[in-house]
């Protein structure tokens, strides 16, 4: 089982970013999946999910209107939009499968940086 995760850097604030997420080893397309993140000197926190089809989302209300999570089940691959980047964004982001908490597949992390 792999998640292999891409698309971190160094931004301004109000820059944008696109996470990706792919998957291999597992039903991807049955599993619904969420990304979290952990800023430096903190611990984890929930960031969005999404259902196995793509029908539902949900976000923490400090990404909603500015992050989007999505997949493409054809192509293993998990999303995170993110615009208007701010600074508490700062963190290392994981994708995991699960809906009410991360389950026992994670991605290595990638990480986003947003200072000017």
């Known amino acids: 089982v792999q998640l292999v995760q891409s698309g971190g850097g160094l931004v301004q604030p109000g820059d944008s970013l696109r996470l990706s997420c792919t998957a291999s080893?597992?039903?991807?397309?049955?599993?619904?999946m969420m990304w979290v993140r952990q800023a430096p000197g903190k611990g984890l926190e929930y960031v969005s999910r999404?259902?196995?089809?793509?029908?539902?989302?949900d976000y923490v209300e400090s990404v909603k209107g500015r992050f989007t999570v999505s997949r493409d089940n054809a192509e293993n691959t998990l999303y995170l939009q993110m615009s208007n980047l701010k600074p508490e964004d700062t963190a290392m982001y994981y994708c995991?499968?699960?809906?009410?908490?991360?389950?026992?597949?994670w991605g290595k992390g990638t990480l986003v940086t947003v200072s000017a």
């Open positions: 995991a499968n699960g809906w009410y908490a991360p389950l026992n597949y």
């Open positions: 080893g597992f039903s991807f397309s049955n599993s619904d």
């Open positions: 999404i259902t196995e089809l793509g029908l539902q989302t």
